[in-house]
């Protein structure tokens, strides 16, 4: 297990409380869900692509005068796994989709595949739609290779429409090779997954039931 601080300041200063958090993360094989693990809890960038299985990261992040200790999930995209996938949606606050902005059919899958796994082993969980490879936006090599297909890299606007469409608690860009907007994602993921501090349950432990912000297996 990796781990990382993404404190900006002094340790245990003004914080209210500490509390644990998990964040899972899934998508097609290769949209670019391990980088973007990976440049957040280590800051750096993996040259060569290694296909998950799954891989956990810790990471200390502090929003709203709250500490968070965020477990990170990577998770394996490829159908070879999609029996074992499900295991890592226990106990999890929130879910982070993620798609690659230079692939079409991984934004596709969305609808297609991604959200009914979800919806179904985390309901009520809150939702990030992350479009990774912001970078590739505008990358010529790929609209070329896109346009043999009649397809081009997804738009600010898709992506938008993506999140609405599934109900997503927030739609988000980034680019883990630069840097950009990495931070905001998990800075939003965090505050999505604190949901369940400022609307707790109510009866759940009289009635025995898991309290709606955890993820079940069925």
Not at 143 to 149: D, E, M, P, Y
Request: proline letters at 5%; a neutral charge; charged letters at 25%.
């Amino acid at each position: 297990m990796l781990s990382a601080n993404n404190n900006n300041g002094s340790p245990n200063v003004g914080y209210v409380q500490t509390v644990q958090r998990k964040l899972v993360v899934v998508g097609d094989g290769a949209c670019g869900k391990t980088c973007l693990l990976i440049v957040y809890s280590k800051n750096e960038f993996p040259d060569i692509y290694v296909p998950t299985v799954f891989e956990n990261y810790m990471a200390d992040v502090s929003v709203d005068n709250v500490r968070v200790q965020l477990a990170l999930w990577d998770t394996a995209g490829q159908e070879d796994y999609d029996r074992l996938r499900p295991l890592s949606y226990t106990d999890t606050h929130v879910t982070m989709i993620c798609f690659a902005i230079d692939s079409p059919t991984s934004l596709a899958n969305i609808a297609e595949k991604w959200i009914a796994e979800v919806l179904h082993y985390c309901p009520g969980i809150p939702i990030i739609l992350v479009g990774c490879k912001k970078d590739l936006r505008d990358d010529p090599n790929v609209a070329r290779a896109l346009a043999k297909t009649g397809e081009r890299p997804v738009s600010f606007q898709e992506g938008q429409d993506m999140a609405r469409r599934i109900g997503a608690y927030s739609y988000l860009e980034c680019s883990a090779r630069s840097r950009e907007g990495v931070r905001q994602v998990f800075d939003t993921a965090t505050r999505a997954s604190l949901a369940s501090l400022r609307k707790p349950a109510s009866g759940a432990k009289q009635s025995g039931k898991k309290a709606k912000g955890d993820c079940l297996l069925l």
